[in-house]
């Protein structure tokens, strides 16, 4: 039986549209544990509270820093 065509399927290196399918979810999940645990463990560094967990949409507020008031 001859071989009619030869198709070959996209590809960057060895990841093809087929591989990628089936890996983004567990990719998914592991950033999603992978961004609680810094903001978990991130929470208690000033910087980082004032600069990035307050300004999450929704749940920010609960990170807000009150600056030391301004005495004259």
Request: proline share 10%.
């Amino acid at each position: 039986m001859p071989v009619r065509q030869i198709v070959s399927s996209p590809h960057f290196s060895l990841i093809t549209p087929e591989k990628l399918v089936r890996v983004v979810p567990t990719l998914a999940v592991w950033g999603a544990g992978a961004g609680a645990a810094v903001a978990l463990l991130g929470s208690d560094v000033p910087l980082v509270r004032k600069d990035i967990l307050s300004n999450v949409p929704f749940v920010g507020s609960y990170w807000a820093v009150d600056g030391p008031a301004d005495e004259e």
